[in-house]
């Protein structure tokens, strides 16, 4: 079926970007077509002898495209760079329109209508869709276990720390001190949140008053 031959084709590569949207080359569009079908042709529309209908005094083009033995009718305002209707467009405006149209009509046959979808890939594959398999759940790294004897050994330090707090009388001492058991003071924070916050609580008060 010439749809279905239509929707497989990937047309990323010739497209660009402009004001946000995504074009397709009408050029390369019309290619494609008459790949699949040298007898192609496509018709625009006249009105009073002009190549646009007008509609309130901007343009509409009108295009017919003949493909595989049917025929499909599309219709496009006449637009600025902005994609507003121009008000009394001028020849070269009327023609960036009528190729605008002629590819849009070419999508729907199936050409190209994924960059209309909004899509990257064509809507149709000759590949069978591969379904992703479930990720395994990460295992949480487990914390290492805190046994009681060691929770008695911080406790001990902990009550050793508060009281060399409180006979210091130099701050450069007190910061001293700190450092050289910072591995326990941070075994401490880590396993004994309470003890740690007196401990620095204390700390403070002292540094304050040396």
């Not at 199936?110 to 890939?121: E, H, I, K, Q, S």
């Not at 379904?131 to 805190?146: G, M, Q, S, Y």
């Not at 450092?179 to 304050?208: G, R």
Request: glycine letters at 6%.
């Amino acid at each position: 079926m010439l749809e279905h031959e239509l929707l497989k084709m990937d047309v990323s590569g010739y497209t660009e970007r402009k004001q946000g949207l995504t074009y397709l080359s009408w050029a390369h569009a019309w290619a494609q077509a008459l790949q699949v079908d040298a007898d192609a042709n496509f018709h625009v529309h006249t009105f009073d002898g002009k190549a646009y209908m007008d509609v309130n005094g901007t343009g509409m083009v009108w295009v017919d495209v003949t493909l595989g033995g049917k025929t499909r009718t599309c219709w496009l305002p006449v637009m600025d760079y902005k994609n507003k209707p121009i008000t009394n467009p001028d020849s070269f405006a009327v023609n960036t329109a009528i190729m605008r149209c002629l590819t849009k009509c070419l999508a729907w046959f199936g050409l190209g209508l994924n960059v209309y979808a909004g899509d990257d890939l064509p809507l149709v594959s000759d590949e069978p869709k591969q379904e992703k398999k479930a990720e395994p759940p990460k295992e949480e790294k487990k914390k290492p276990a805190f046994s009681r004897q060691e929770a008695e050994n911080l406790t001990l330090f902990g009550d050793t720390l508060l009281q060399y707090i409180e006979i210091q009388r130099s701050e450069a001492d007190l910061r001293s001190y700190w450092k050289s058991n910072q591995e326990q003071i941070d075994k401490i924070k880590a396993h004994m949140p309470d003890l740690y916050e007196i401990i620095v609580t204390k700390f403070k008060e002292a540094k304050a008053n040396v």
